[in-house]
Structures are given as C-alpha cells and as structure tokens.
C-alpha cells in the first residue's frame, strides 16, 4: 500500500520522527521550574506607581508623590511617598481598603498597630518597606490625613525625615 503525504507523514511513516525546537523534555523529566528571581527590577518608580494605583482603588483620592520641600539629597533616589487627605467619614476604611489591596499585591505585614490618633502598618516587599499612616487628629478640618511612603532596604534616610518614615515601634 503506497501513502501519500508530506515528507513528515513519510518519515513518521517510516519510523522516523524530526522534531524541532528548544528545551524539549522526556516524558520521565520534568520541566524546569520557573526563576524564583523577578525578571523585572522594582524600581522607586514601580513602587510609587503601584502606590499611587493601590491607593486610588483602595477609595483614597489622588496624593501628592512630590518630596518638595524634604531635605535635598541622593535619599530621594531611594523614597517613593504619597500623602493625601481623605474625608474623615471614609478614610479609614479607605485606608484599610488600601492596606488590604496592597497585600494582594503580595506587599506583606511586617507591623501593625495604634498609638493614640494614628494608625501604623509597614509592609514589606522585594526590598522596600512600606509604612502605612492614617492620622486621625483634630484640627484638619473635614479631613484626615494619610500617608503611605515606600523606603528601599539601606537607604539613609536624613535624620530630620527619619521618623516620619519609620516604624515607631
């Protein structure tokens, strides 16, 4: 009986198989697992953007990323800051609704807690901590201020900023 067909239906045919192509594996193998390694560096920019993002679907109002008006130096490089204030009868579940789709975002909770009229959480995510604020007190009006800055691991952090951008705790 004669066949017809491609030079592949005559090799397969024949017993002959060609198969082109990279990384293939046996059956009895398994493929190799994906780099643990981001392939995409996270940035200042990545995370201030992301930030910013988060913050806004979170129900907070856009903020203000500038660091105008900071102590100059090369520490900016390292800081990615968003303030904002939010009407005082949605703030804090806008800021709990920010924390939460920043954890889905795999930034996860290193600390939590209160000190009298302000809500701390710092997150932490490839090499960048987070610290989370919503500030409660008297005297901003209709509003309440929040603050989520984001500080790469080892940056030095002017002593005058230092403790607005740390865990207190």
Known sequence: MRRRGTAAA??????????????????????????????????????????????RAGGLPDGDTSTAGLPKGDWRSCVAPWLGEAPAAGAAGAFDATVMRLR?????????????????????????????????MKGFGPDQI??????????????QIRGDYEDPV
């Open 104 to 136: 889905q975002h795999d930034w996860e909770i290193v600390s939590s807690h209160a000190e009298k009229d302000v809500t701390y959480r710092t997150l932490a995510k490839r090499g960048w901590k987070l610290f989370a604020r919503h500030y409660t």
């Open 10 to 55: 005559a090799a397969a045919v024949a017993g002959i198989m060609t198969v082109t192509g990279c990384g293939l594996v046996a059956d009895d193998e398994a493929a190799p697992a994906a780099s643990p390694v981001p392939v995409v560096p996270y940035t200042r920019e990545s995370a201030a953007t992301e930030i910013a993002s988060l913050a």
């Open 146 to 159: 929040v603050s989520l800055t984001a500080v790469e691991d080892g940056c030095e952090l002017p002593r």
